[in-house]
């Protein structure tokens, strides 16, 4: 996790001063920053890795969906889901625990169980948008032959 975090918080930089849009960086780095928070405070140290876990859960959906608005279609729909998915398991679990106050429908789970519903769709997110901007070519406008 620190070493993803890093990478992450690396790679808001790098997009912050490619991309015109500033929120989806900055969301980026607050990911980053979380997942190296869960890795500096592991599972037995609390609040902290609590902490950092929600922040990265939260903020890692937010930046999935700002993420579908830089990419072409078919891949922003998915990115779309993925952040949706993410955000609604996240939020789920806070309305059944703190409004509704009953189980939550996937209890049978477990917390681990959950947790993974939040989590297996920001870890898809990462690298298949790596590999979208390593397969976008940096000029798109000037492969037009004359």
């Given amino acids: 996790m620190l070493v ?3 990478v992450v918080i690396l790679s808001a930089y790098l ?3 490619a991309v015109d849009r500033r929120g989806f960086p900055l969301a980026l780095a607050v990911f980053g920053f979380g997942a190296f928070g869960v890795g500096v405070f592991p599972g037995n140290v609390a609040p902290w890795h609590g902490i950092f876990a929600l922040l990265t859960f939260f903020s890692g959906g937010i930046t999935v969906v700002l993420s ?3 990419v072409s279609r078919p891949f922003s ?3 779309g889901l993925f952040g949706g998915i ?6 789920s679990v806070f309305v059944f625990g703190l409004i509704v106050r009953s189980p939550h429908p996937l209890e049978f789970l477990g917390g681990g169980g959950i947790e993974r519903w939040v989590v297996y769709p ?3 997110w990462l690298p298949s948008f ?3 901007l390593m397969a976008t070519p940096r000029n798109a406008a000037d492969t037009s032959t004359s």
Avoid: D, E, K
């Fill in 77 to 79: 729909f998915l990115c």
């Fill in 122 to 124: 920001l870890i898809l």
């Fill in 130 to 132: 790596g590999g979208y």
């Fill in 86 to 91: 993410s955000l609604l398991a996240l939020v």
């Fill in 4 to 6: 993803t975090g890093a």
């Fill in 15 to 17: 997009l912050y001063r």
């Fill in 68 to 70: 579908s608005r830089l």
